[in-house]
């Protein structure tokens, strides 16, 4: 079956510009995670979604990022006045119910190569 | 502060030959333990996980080891092989499974043929 799909699968943008990244999660999985991975950093945690509850956006590094969640379905996260420490793999992952586990892996996208220049 | 401390950074093993990653945790309510793997270009997929009722799970040649008194887990993957080279996380969540995970800052493996 489809997977998690992200788009685009690269963007360079010039500083100061805004950026729109979209993910559309496996059907019918509730849960929907934005995660960061810079090189040496590994994996950061930046907004969950769950169902129609309020997203978890505990993580989110300013308020020059954001996210929505359409109809339980597809994310946009965009980030606004884009900096070079924004550029990173954007990553995004989705799990059948809001409890991961072994019977509800977090399933990631191939995520999205963002270059500031 | 980062939650789960993670080593090394990177590894290198000749074919045949057993890979070991560390992990380490300060936070004692964190109690599910996934490891994700990671091919370049690829996003991670769960690899195995543990659960601190037990001190160890066997999947295969993928083996996870879990000392809560040390607040620590590896991995251990035996008869290493090159199409295991990847990025192995691992992370750790709280609620049993109900918080998000918290990942390592990773482990890069090369098996050599």
């Known amino acids: 079956g489809a997977g998690v799909s992200q788009s685009p699968s690269n963007k360079v943008t010039e500083k100061g510009k805004d950026v729109e990244l979209r993910c559309d999660p496996i059907?019918?999985?509730?849960?929907l995670y934005w995660y960061r991975q810079s090189l040496g950093q590994g994996l950061e945690f930046l907004i969950y979604?769950?169902?129609?509850?309020?997203?978890?956006k505990s993580g989110l590094p300013s308020d020059r990022f954001s996210a929505e969640r359409t109809g339980g379905s597809v994310s946009t996260l965009t980030i606004q006045r884009t900096q070079q420490e924004d550029s990173a793999v954007y990553l995004c992952?989705?799990?059948?119910?809001?409890?991961?586990?072994?019977?509800?892996?977090?399933?990631f996208g191939n995520g999205t190569r963002l270059t500031v220049t | 502060q980062q939650q789960v401390k993670q080593s090394p950074q990177s590894l290198i093993v000749q074919k045949g030959g057993i890979s070991i990653i560390n992990c380490a945790y300060e936070?004692?309510?964190?109690?599910?333990f996934p490891w994700y793997q990671q091919f370049p270009g690829k996003g991670p997929a769960l690899l195995i996980a543990i659960r601190p009722d037990v001190s160890e799970k066997k999947e295969g040649r993928f083996t996870i080891s879990f000392n809560k008194s040390a607040k620590q887990f590896s991995l251990h993957i035996m008869d290493s092989q090159p199409g295991d080279s990847a990025t192995y996380f691992c992370?750790?969540?709280?609620?049993?499974?109900?918080?998000?995970?918290?990942f390592g800052k990773g482990t890069m493996l090369l098996v050599s043929p």
């Open positions: 979604f769950q169902g129609n509850s309020a997203p978890d």
């Open positions: 992370a750790a969540s709280m609620n049993s499974g109900y918080s998000t995970l918290t």
């Open positions: 059907s019918g999985h509730t849960a």
């Open positions: 936070n004692t309510a964190f109690d599910y």
């Open positions: 992952a989705s799990s059948f119910r809001r409890k991961t586990g072994d019977n509800s892996p977090l399933h």
